[in-house]
Nanobody, 127 residues
């Protein structure tokens, strides 16, 4: 059974960094597009980034371009989201999701593309 587990969230001061991990079991990540989403209290879920299969092409929502980097470690079957220069408005629960149909990332990153979701990890940016 396909499962995704996020980790790496926490409390960080503005300007700080975190690296989120999305570890997969039951399937091989590099064969599929993987998205990162976030949801802040009282707000809709937002697509943050996506890495396409098979070419590994990354994409980002405008608000995180130049600050966040998505990457994939095939040996560890894990996708990462490196988050630098964090801002209070980045505070949210972050989720990773997998599209097991094998379609490249749609533009923009949208939740309906993805079949499997992790449980989420909390990121809080505050001084």
């Amino acid at each position: 059974q396909a499962q995704l587990v996020e980790s790496g969230g926490g409390l960080v001061e503005p300007g700080g960094s975190l690296r989120l991990s999305c570890a997969a079991s039951g399937f091989t990540l590099h064969g599929y597009s993987i998205g990162w989403f976030r949801q802040a209290p009282g707000k809709e879920r937002e697509g943050v980034s996506c890495i396409s299969s098979p070419d590994g092409r990354p994409q980002y929502v405008d608000s995180v371009k130049g600050r966040f980097t998505i990457s994939r470690d095939n040996a560890k079957n894990t996708v990462y989201l490196q988050m630098d220069s964090l801002k209070p408005e980045d505070t949210a629960v972050y989720y990773c999701a997998a599209d097991l149909v094998g379609v490249p990332c749609l533009r923009p990153t949208v939740s309906f593309q993805f079949d499997y979701w992790g449980q989420g990890t909390q990121v809080t940016v505050s001084s």
